[in-house]
């Protein structure tokens, strides 16, 4: 006889999407909530100040998939936005008279091309002072530091010519989109905004390269981050529990705004490592009642977003667009906030068989897989460092890693209802 947790286990995903829709006050409109997949470790909590402003960065510029469950896929909210101006600008230019047309057109291939090449220009010095960085190492070429090192190359002239291309086919942009004004001086100004230092940071991609020597290895990024003292969170307690069992209440997100596709295939229970996995996700699967997460604390981290982002302009712009929204579109969920939590316990209600197994796996030194959660006796990028207990009824796993996770995240999905 089958269980919640048979198969893809989606009505215990279900279940777990409904606490946290409750917990946040609900989830309706343009705006959805996505349980990850799996769970991933803040990391912005280190002794590097720098390094940690590039986490939530980063963080905060990750598109996840159309999915039911979150899962962060490698595209960026910045190249969305991106394409979104540019989308809107071409379609507003193709209304302008020839001649505005043709001047705008000029000033806009302009400029691109000159940040083009100032871009081609800083991966080019970027690439050869890894060269040399690492000829320095084996004693090949004379130590030097990275402005050393582009100053006797002409890098700086190289850089301030195209500055100044740029500066004067900004002015030229400028001028245009303002004589035009209405719409277009309005996504002019957004794309300006967009493309200015001012929009960009550099940040250390790495703890060990936060350092004043390291700064030669600083990438740019956009100007965002996920809001919140991670450490008060860390000391402050706020209880949440969601319990999976027949007969708990399941969110209907899945099914409403995911077109039915809910994008669950992962189960409920993993047991990577083991050569009888299958069998073993299986059994777990069947023989299993119920389970219980206990957080010791939960929150919501909201994401902020310099001026180079305007999200009224997708409101009033966004609709005529195409290829951008909806199940196939390239900027269709748009992070909001992150739901973190920390001190996880779970426990539960299981088979003599099946506390066997987890027992072997775990004091074996293999990982248990719960929901979105990975357990093990040692800490790592994606395993809990845990204890394991057995109980009358079950098991208890107890998070012992004192680390802060990364639950759900909570998006707007332009145009596109959920309702």
């Known amino acids: 006889m089958g269980t919640i947790f048979t ?86 230019s193709s209304q302008l008279t020839n001649e505005d047309k043709i001047l705008l057109d000029k000033a806009t291939r302009q400029r691109n091309a000159a940040q083009a090449g100032l871009r081609r220009l800083e991966k080019e010095i970027t690439y050869r002072w890894g060269l040399y960085k690492a000829d320095m190492s084996g004693g090949k070429v004379p130590q030097l530091t990275r402005r050393q090192f582009e100053d006797g190359r002409g890098y700086d002239s190289q850089r301030a010519d195209l500055k100044l291309q740029i500066k004067t086919a900004s002015g030229d ?13 309005i996504i002019g100004k957004a794309v300006e905004d967009f493309y200015s230092d001012y ?73 990577a490592g083991s050569a009888s996995r299958t069998e073993l996700e299986s059994k777990s699967s069947d023989q299993t009642e119920k389970v219980k997460f206990s957080f010791k604390n939960a929150a919501e981290f909201p994401i902020f977003r310099e001026r180079w982002y305007k999200a009224n302009l997708i409101e009033q712009y966004g609709a005529d667009t195409h290829g951008l929204w909806g199940p196939n579109g390239t900027f269709n969920v748009i992070p909001n906030s992150y739901i973190l939590a920390r001190g996880l316990t779970i426990e539960t209600t299981t088979s003599d068989e099946v506390k066997n197994y987890m027992e072997s796996q775990f004091t074996g030194g293999g990982s248990i897989g719960i929901g979105p959660f990975c357990f093990g006796g040692s800490d790592s990028e994606t395993r809990i460092h845990s204890s394991f207990e057995r109980t009358d009824t079950g098991v208890k796993i107890t998070d012992l890693s004192k680390s802060v996770h990364v639950i759900a995240i909570k998006s707007y999905t332009p145009f596109f209802r959920n309702d």
């Open 173 to 185: 942009y400028a001028a245009i989109i303002n004589q035009v004004g209405g719409a277009v001086r």
């Open 199 to 271: 929009a960009d940071i550099p940040l250390p991609s790495l703890p060990e390269f936060d350092t004043d020597l390291g700064r030669d290895d600083w990438a740019v990024y956009k100007r965002q981050w996920i809001l919140g003292d991670i450490e008060r969170f860390k000391a402050e307690t706020s209880e949440l529990t969601v319990e999976f069992a027949h007969g708990k209440g399941e969110s209907t997100t899945i099914e409403k705004h995911w077109n039915g596709s809910a994008g669950i295939r992962i189960g409920w229970f993993s047991f």
């Open 7 to 92: 198969g893809d286990a989606k009505s215990a995903w279900s279940m777990y999407l409904k606490v946290l829709e409750d917990y946040l006050g609900g989830d309706q409109g343009y705006t959805v909530i996505q349980p990850l997949a799996l769970s991933q470790k803040a990391r912005w909590d280190s002794q590097k100040t720098n390094y940690n402003i590039f986490e939530k960065q980063l963080l905060a510029d990750s598109m996840p998939d159309w999915s039911g469950l979150g899962n962060i896929t490698g595209k960026w909210v910045s190249d969305g936005y991106e394409q979104f101006l540019t989308t809107v600008q071409a379609k507003l």
